[in-house]
């Protein structure tokens, strides 16, 4: 009786440890929830996640029209085209995006030291679909990401053997697999339907030791123009963009543009302000952590007061643009009014748009292939992207 008593004392001794232990490690933690992004038609997106404490991470997408749920790794065999980079990774990325993914949701599941959490649900779209679209992918595809084991889970096998292969398996025992335990059984309440977690990697709580190869840089910038630069240091004029994300930390290097006259700089928060004449634009190079970029804008120097002529008011209509007068207080708007001689700064929606050229008052197409540019107003004015 005795040596029971000490046996179950130790047992529960040892229960008690390996308690304190999970418990001091404690459940993986979000520090940054994902955000909600739009991206072009084909265009290029990263949805990104800080987190402590977990082990593995994988990344889900929800289809509007069903609510089924695939993961990052499959989500490329359901849509032609589309690349996807670092799928349990903080930092997912998507390229080649087509349109029929807009309004899809997506988000991060978190598993560690005995813990599952989720992420907030954000959303991904595309530039130029209505709010409300859904676009349901081909048939043929979506049945090969049903097929695939990690993104549903198989159905236990009902066919009963025949008789003579039971026996034949049971006489060598080496060749029979034990079955693993349905995920149901072996996940905590709330986690039932989840899939576990697929190859996991690293640990998100060190994202210091990823390679250079898989680190992504992140730069934006709010009413300025990004465009990233060439193994030679030439702009590539074709890819100007407000956010623009670098795969590996060789390659980050980008030149900032404002069409407006710059006072100063605004870099993570640190005011850099320019000596002499304004610059209104500068170069960054070897990037190594992302960045958020504004700038205030000298108003004064924008339209000398003597050219404007405010008892006179010109209505400006954008369709598949947005415009900007910054002395007026109207920022990335499709409408509104400004002083005759006021000078407002023009925004296509997307890139491809913007390649036809605008159309202002119905003329002839203008400004081809600029994602931004200037434009006088003396009267009222339509502008226009195919």
């Known amino acids: 009786m005795k040596k029971i008593l000490a046996l179950l004392l130790a047992l529960c001794l040892v229960l008690g440890i390996v308690s304190a232990a999970l418990a001091a490690a404690g459940a993986p933690k979000i520090t940054k929830q994902p955000v909600s992004a739009t991206t072009d038609k ?103 990401v049903q097929a695939d084991p990690a993104a549903v889970t198989p159905e236990p096998v009902t066919a009963t053997p025949e008789p003579a292969s039971v ?13 693993p335990a349905p995920a149901s059984d072996t996940q905590p309440e709330g ?42 240091g030439n702009p590539l004029e074709d890819q100007q963009a407000s956010t623009l994300t670098f795969e590996g930390a060789d390659n980050a290097n980008v030149e900032v543009r404002s069409e407006n006259p710059v006072k100063y700089w ?30 205030q804008f000298d108003l004064a120097s924008q339209t000398p007061a003597a050219e404007l002529d405010t008892s006179i008011q010109c209505q400006v209509t954008c369709t598949g643009c947005s415009f900007t007068y910054l002395a007026g207080g109207l920022k990335s708007v499709a409408s509104g009014s400004v002083p005759s001689g006021a000078t407002i700064i023009v925004l296509a929606d ?37």
């Open 42 to 144: 084909n265009g290029k997106v990263t949805f990104s996640i800080k987190v402590k404490n977990a082990k593995a991470i994988t990344w889900y997408f929800i289809n509007p029209a069903n609510g089924e749920e695939i993961t990052a790794r499959n989500i490329s065999k359901l849509f032609k085209g589309l690349k996807v980079a670092n799928p349990n990774g903080t930092n997912l990325t998507l390229k080649k995006v087509p349109q029929e993914m807009h309004n899809w949701s997506l988000y991060c599941h978190l598993t560690g030291n005995g813990y599952h959490i989720n992420s907030d649900i954000v959303q991904l779209k595309v530039y130029g679909m209505p709010d409300d679209e859904v676009i349901t992918p081909e048939p043929a595809s979506a049945s090969d």
């Open 167 to 179: 026996s034949d398996v049971q006489a060598e025992p080496a060749a029979v697999t034990p079955q």
């Open 191 to 232: 986690f039932a339907e989840t899939p576990a977690p697929e190859d996991p990697f690293h640990n998100a709580e060190d994202d210091a030791l990823l390679s250079e190869a898989t680190r992504q840089i992140t730069i934006s910038a709010q009413d300025l123009i990004l465009c990233p630069l060439d193994a030679r």
């Open 266 to 295: 605004v870099i993570n928060g640190i005011r850099i302000e320019p000596i002499g004449a304004n610059v209104n634009a500068f170069i960054l190079k070897n990037v190594t952590t992302d960045l958020t970029i504004s700038a």
């Open 350 to 386: 997307n890139r491809d748009a913007a390649q036809s050229g605008y159309r202002i008052n119905g003329g002839e197409a203008e400004q081809t292939g600029k994602l931004s540019f200037r434009l006088t107003i003396t009267e009222d004015t339509v502008i226009t992207l195919p």
